[in-house]
């Protein structure tokens, strides 16, 4: 049975994955890791989260993947001995140097070589292993069939991991520079502006001041920005190509994106949902348009307005509780009375809440939830654990 693994950029996120199916996490801690600023849980917060994956019956994977300084390789032993206290079942590692320091310094913590090491090859995955790696994260420029000659040609007990969700980085297993070029901010040291993003414009050389549009519409441009990876459709293919684990991107990205995609892998994994419902309930988290990358060769997609997100369902409000038919909610995004809301199905079809009435903390009945974050009861028959979700549908 192939592995399910989540992103975990913050508690509620991590709570969110091990609810709807995922069988691993991978998170950030307080140093060397490249969301550093945004998705970084520090020592104390990380120990917690790991007794929860642990308490849950899953694995947690820490983020050590960025490339070292000189001045920061003397305190990675030190470091990995913190993890493998704090109960950490692997690390995620890019640079060869920090993979052979932490294996030095600590031989039990299983290392998992990270996708930013570009391995996409058998002889680096080779010597990857002979380094004492557990698993490779390949590239994800390769195609199905590389990967399934990687398989063939690799030690049996070295386990392979492939994205098969998410965003993706324009450039070439993620390490790029143009971040540091145009913003002083390296991608490579969790900083990235993402300036793949930002709209472009053309100038002549000769006509200075004369922009002109690559491609014009009332949306603008942005002709370096990826569609979004998405595989759901063949799984199976990738298993059979000798996938040990599926990742999905998104250290960024709220609880709510993770709730639902992993809940449509699982769904799809476990054969409890079929493909059309799976492949809906994606289209529920915001995203660009979708691809499957390189793994049917050359990527080949436009990149007209890619960085536009799209989306059916708006994260209305997360469960805090439910007893004696009253839902009590914490609202995040606007709804009111006469709506309909949605769950996030982790079995059986999706469920509906027409919201008859919205009463305050106090008592207090109202129209309307505008507030984010404002704590609602919501008569409901629908019972529902702590930590779901609730959405709307966005008017086409």
């Known amino acids: 049975m192939c592995e399910l693994l989540a992103p975990a950029g913050d508690m509620e996120a991590l709570k969110a994955a091990l609810l709807y199916g995922a069988d691993a996490v991978y998170m950030g801690g307080p140093q060397l890791q490249l969301r550093a600023k945004r998705a970084a849980f520090d020592e104390n917060t990380l120990r917690e989260a790991i007794c929860l994956v642990h308490a849950a019956g899953k694995k947690a994977y820490i983020a050590v993947n960025c490339y070292a300084y000189n001045d920061e390789v003397s305190r990675v ?22 993979l052979c320091a ?26 990857y292993h002979d380094l004492g790696a557990a698993r490779v994260v ?15 040609k690799t030690p049996k007990d070295l386990m392979i991991e492939t994205f098969v969700h998410g965003a993706m980085c324009m450039s070439y297993s ?10 002083g901010r390296s991608g490579n040291r969790g900083e990235c502006a993402q300036p793949c993003r930002w709209n472009y414009v053309l100038q002549e050389e000769k006509r200075p001041g004369e922009y002109f549009p690559i491609q014009e519409d009332e949306l603008g441009t942005q002709i370096l920005s990826s569609h979004d990876l998405c595989m759901i459709e063949y799984l199976d293919q990738l298993k059979a190509a000798g996938v040990d684990s599926f990742k999905i991107e998104g250290r960024m990205k709220t609880a709510y994106y993770v709730a639902t995609v992993v809940n449509a892998y699982r769904r799809c994994m ?18 660009r348009p979708y691809s499957t990358g390189f793994y049917f060769g050359e990527l080949k997609h436009g990149h007209s307005n890619d960085a536009i997100d799209v989306f059916d369902c708006m994260f209305s ?8 038919g009253m839902l009590t909610v914490q609202q995040r995004s606007p709804f009111a009375v006469g709506d309909t809301l949605e769950t996030i199905a982790r079995a059986g079809e999706t469920g509906y809440l027409h919201i008859e ?6 008592g207090e009945y109202q129209d309307r939830a505008p507030h984010p974050m ?7 028959d629908i019972p529902m654990v702590e930590g779901e979700f609730l959405r709307k549908r966005v008017a086409k």
């Open 102 to 127: 932490i294996k030095e310094a600590v031989p039990e913590l299983e290392v998992h070589v990270s996708t930013q090491a570009n391995c996409q090859n058998y002889r680096s995955a080779r010597a």
């Open 317 to 324: 409000a997360k469960v805090l509780g439910w007893e004696d």
């Open 138 to 152: 390949l590239a994800r420029e390769m195609s199905m069939d590389q990967i399934a000659e990687l398989r063939a």
């Open 374 to 380: 404002q704590v609602l009861r919501i008569p409901c």
């Open 77 to 98: 032993g030190d470091y990995a001995k913190f993890l493998y206290d704090a109960g950490a079942d692997a690390c995620i590692v890019a640079d060869i140097g920090l």
């Open 270 to 287: 476990d054969k409890t949902a079929d493909l059309d419902f799976c492949k809906a309930e994606l289209s529920c988290a915001k995203h």
């Open 174 to 183: 993620g390490r790029c520079i143009i971040s540091s070029f145009l913003a």
């Open 357 to 362: 009435s919205l009463q305050n903390e106090d």
